[in-house]
């Protein structure tokens, strides 16, 4: 079969640049190695509730924002329900310890008045860094592409990791903790991560989040309908083994593990970049770049206790995200080693048709588990689910122990541990967010030396769902030849 692109994944990124291409009248493939597309947001149903995995609520999807134009761009916008915001609608965070807890509201004016009434000493330094947010989110907001094409353009602490940043401006520990939690949703430590990196990815949550009905299952299925209206051929539980390239490297095609193989012009790849290097010869990349790839640090990995709430009252914070902590700054996340130490993210999925779970994201250490490391889905021995039991259960416990805005009445209906996550998303450690983004590192560019091949995925850009769709765009205009910042301006 002949193709002029053929994508490998058929995630967030793949998807986003099947489409792109495909409507450009391109005749594209997606191979995808998991029985479904999207197996990382796809999300399921246990005894009638819905739980969402890989996406929980997203920022700036409101009407003119920008993951709002790229939602619109690929013509998935209307087939997805997205729940109106209101005052209430945004994270919580509270300190164990202490009771100490703060809400934030879709309002960044608002959240910076509430935070200089309960730290008057750390006015400047909150002006300052609610600045950088409001910035950075007006103008990703106004011109998203040459936003990400130049980000050095953006802020002037681009070099600075964002500890370095809040230990340079605040003497608080609760107040450097509240501004550092949200790393828990890109899975690096505020010593690892840029400044200008958080801004990107946290950027959006301090000022208006949104969750969707039916949330990753609903993106991944209008996904789906607009990849089959413009002809993308879909192989599921089709594995890639080689991409094949010629004498001068480059890009013919691919071959999959049944040992059919497919001829294309380019291919895009989006898996983890560790796995790419065994896709082709040694002789393709540089070694520098080898070492490169391999070097690279997996983001952390997680126990995720999937649980129903047996509450028949209206709970107020039954919608609402929140970040539990038991240390500050900068001892937040824990040493990963005992269960309950470090930050704790609770979400609750929404569904039109369902209950919507409960799920309780608490990072996790692959280490944790290595001696399991040899086993598989459906195939642990018995003393690894007793461990993944008794983990969850004392997680749960903690949790409602703890914490006056937790149900309890919550039943666990599941749990996900980084094995689970490594089978699932086809990631070495079970790292939910691909690779860090470190302070020190430039980030992967879509095109490569070997001609034809691109890269996409949250390991070039940026982790989450923006991340990922950007990068789709980035990889889908290096071979359409469309300047998005013109296009879409």
């Given at each position: 079969?002949?193709?002029?692109?053929?994508?490998?994944?058929?995630?967030?990124?793949?998807?986003?640049?099947?489409?792109?291409?495909?409507?450009?009248?391109?005749?594209?493939?997606?191979?995808?190695?998991?029985?479904?597309?999207?197996?990382?947001?796809?999300?399921?149903?246990r005894k009638g509730v819905y739980f969402d995995t890989g996406f929980h609520y997203a920022a700036m999807l409101g009407k003119g924002e920008f993951l709002h134009t790229l939602c619109d761009r690929l013509g998935i916008l209307p087939q997805i329900e997205v729940k109106a915001s209101n005052n209430n609608s945004g994270d919580i965070f509270y300190h164990?310890?202490?009771?100490?807890?703060?809400?934030?509201?879709?309002?960044?004016?608002?959240?910076?008045?509430?935070?200089?009434?309960?730290?008057?000493?750390?006015?400047?330094?909150?002006?300052?860094?609610?600045?950088?947010?409001?910035?950075?989110?007006?103008?990703?907001?106004?011109?998203?592409?040459?936003?990400?094409?130049?980000?050095?353009?953006?802020?002037?602490?681009?070099?600075?990791?964002?500890?370095?940043?809040?230990?340079?401006?605040?003497?608080?520990?609760?107040?450097?903790?509240?501004?550092?939690?949200?790393?828990?949703?890109?899975?690096?430590?505020?010593?690892?991560?840029?400044?200008?990196?958080?801004?990107?990815?946290?950027?959006?949550?301090?000022?208006?989040?949104?969750?969707?009905?039916?949330?990753?299952?609903?993106?991944?299925?209008?996904?789906?309908?607009?990849?089959?209206?413009?002809?993308?051929?879909?192989?599921?539980?089709?594995?890639?083994?080689?991409?094949?390239?010629?004498?001068?490297?480059?890009?013919?095609?691919?071959?999959?593990?049944?040992?059919?193989?497919?001829?294309?012009?380019?291919?895009?790849?989006?898996?983890?970049?560790?796995?790419?290097?065994?896709?082709?010869?040694?002789?393709?990349?540089?070694?520098?770049?080898?070492?490169?790839?391999?070097?690279?640090?997996?983001?952390?990995?997680?126990?995720?206790?999937?649980?129903?709430?047996?509450?028949?009252?209206?709970?107020?914070?039954?919608?609402?995200?929140?970040?539990?902590?038991?240390?500050?700054?900068?001892?937040?996340?824990?040493?990963?080693?005992?269960?309950?130490?470090?930050?704790?993210?609770?979400?609750?999925?929404?569904?039109?048709?369902?209950?919507?779970?409960?799920?309780?994201?608490?990072?996790?250490?692959?280490?944790?588990?290595?001696?399991?490391?040899?086993?598989?889905?459906?195939?642990?021995?018995?003393?690894?689910?007793?461990?993944?039991?008794?983990?969850?259960?004392?997680?749960?416990?903690?949790?409602?122990?703890?914490?006056?805005?937790?149900?309890?009445?919550?039943?666990?209906?599941?749990?996900a541990s980084p094995l689970t996550f490594r089978d699932y998303m086809k990631s070495p450690c079970g790292s939910l967010y691909g690779i860090k983004h470190l302070v020190d590192n430039m980030p992967l560019m879509a095109r490569t030396k070997v001609s034809g091949l691109l890269l996409a995925g949250q390991a070039t850009l940026a982790a989450g769902l923006?991340?990922?769709?950007?990068?789709?765009?980035?990889?889908?205009?290096?071979?359409?030849?469309?300047?998005?910042?013109?296009?879409?301006?």
């Amino acid at each position: 079969m002949q193709y002029d692109d053929i994508i490998i994944g058929a995630g967030v990124s793949g998807m986003t640049t099947a489409i792109l291409l495909a409507q450009s009248s391109r005749k594209v493939a997606v191979f995808e190695q998991s029985s479904t597309i999207a197996p990382t947001i796809r999300g399921f149903e246990r005894k009638g509730v819905y739980f969402d995995t890989g996406f929980h609520y997203a920022a700036m999807l409101g009407k003119g924002e920008f993951l709002h134009t790229l939602c619109d761009r690929l013509g998935i916008l209307p087939q997805i329900e997205v729940k109106a915001s209101n005052n209430n609608s945004g994270d919580i965070f509270y300190h164990i310890p202490s009771g100490f807890k703060i809400e934030f509201s879709n309002s960044l004016e608002y959240l910076e008045e509430k935070l200089k009434c309960i730290f008057p000493d750390e006015s400047a330094g909150i002006e300052e860094y609610l600045r950088i947010i409001s910035n950075y989110v007006t103008r990703i907001n106004r011109d998203l592409f040459s936003s990400v094409l130049s980000p050095e353009s953006l802020f002037a602490n681009g070099d600075v990791s964002l500890q370095d940043y809040l230990n340079s401006r605040f003497t608080s520990p609760q107040l450097k903790t509240i501004f550092s939690l949200h790393a828990v949703l890109y899975g690096s430590l505020p010593g690892e991560t840029s400044m200008r990196y958080h801004s990107m990815i946290a950027g959006g949550y301090y000022d208006k989040i949104q969750q969707i009905y039916n949330g990753g299952y609903a993106l991944s299925d209008a996904f789906k309908k607009q990849m089959k209206k413009y002809g993308v051929d879909i192989h599921t539980s089709a594995s890639v083994s080689s991409i094949i390239v010629d004498d001068r490297l480059k890009v013919k095609g691919v071959t999959v593990q049944d040992g059919s193989s497919y001829q294309a012009e380019n291919c895009i790849y989006t898996g983890h970049p560790r796995f790419l290097l065994d896709l082709l010869p040694e002789s393709a990349f540089r070694p520098v770049f080898r070492s490169r790839i391999a070097r690279m640090e997996d983001t952390v990995s997680a126990m995720v206790v999937y649980c129903k709430d047996n509450a028949t009252e209206n709970l107020s914070s039954s919608h609402r995200n929140i970040f539990l902590y038991s240390s500050l700054f900068p001892d937040i996340f824990g040493d990963g080693t005992e269960s309950g130490q470090g930050p704790i993210f609770i979400s609750r999925s929404i569904s039109r048709d369902k209950q919507g779970g409960v799920s309780l994201l608490y990072p996790c250490d692959f280490n944790q588990l290595k001696k399991w490391e040899d086993s598989f889905i459906r195939k642990r021995p018995a003393e690894y689910y007793q461990w993944k039991k008794e983990t969850a259960e004392s997680l749960l416990q903690k949790v409602q122990a703890s914490c006056p805005l937790i149900s309890k009445h919550l039943e666990i209906i599941d749990i996900a541990s980084p094995l689970t996550f490594r089978d699932y998303m086809k990631s070495p450690c079970g790292s939910l967010y691909g690779i860090k983004h470190l302070v020190d590192n430039m980030p992967l560019m879509a095109r490569t030396k070997v001609s034809g091949l691109l890269l996409a995925g949250q390991a070039t850009l940026a982790a989450g769902l923006a991340g990922a769709m950007v990068s789709g765009f980035l990889a889908a205009g290096h071979i359409t030849g469309e300047d998005f910042r013109k296009t879409m301006s």
